[in-house]
């Protein structure tokens, strides 16, 4: 079973900036702590269905962007400390929402995402 833990949402003005951090920890028989799958983020924005933002293997070199969020988020992740990063930049009020660190990312027959391991969300706020 993994865990996830995100940090780093808060209140920004648009235009600025937030860096969301995501540590995970798999409880495993094999004592494992790196995930070797994609991670990624997924997003429940006011009024709209939880969303695909970004997705990143499990190398660190292979990344999957949400159309709304090319060019200006960008993910990465640390094996070392077991850690995904988002950094946001140019934020705009239609990113508000929760976002969600999810763990075992695949992108199913019909092109949609899904995740099986999910973080319980940090709340990120764009004003105007």
């Known amino acids: 079973q993994v865990q996830l833990v995100e940090s780093g949402g808060g209140l920004v003005q648009a235009g600025g900036s937030l860096r969301l951090s995501c540590a995970a920890s798999?409880?495993?028989?094999?004592?494992?702590?790196?995930?070797?799958?994609?991670m990624g983020w997924f997003r429940q924005t006011p009024g709209k269905e939880r969303e695909f933002v970004v997705g990143?293997?499990?190398?660190?070199?292979?990344?999957d962007y949400a159309d709304s969020v090319k060019g200006r988020f960008t993910i990465s992740r640390d094996h070392a400390k077991n850690t995904v990063y988002l950094q946001m930049d140019s934020l705009k009020p239609e990113d508000t929402g929760i976002y969600y660190c999810?763990?075992?990312?695949?992108?199913?027959?019909?092109?949609?995402?899904?995740?099986?391991?999910w973080g319980q969300g940090t709340q990120v706020t764009v004003s105007t």
């Open positions: 999810v763990d075992h990312l695949v992108v199913n027959a019909d092109g949609r995402w899904s995740a099986e391991y």
């Open positions: 798999e409880r495993a028989t094999s004592g494992r702590t790196v995930s070797f799958y994609t």
């Open positions: 990143i293997h499990w190398n660190g070199q292979s990344t």
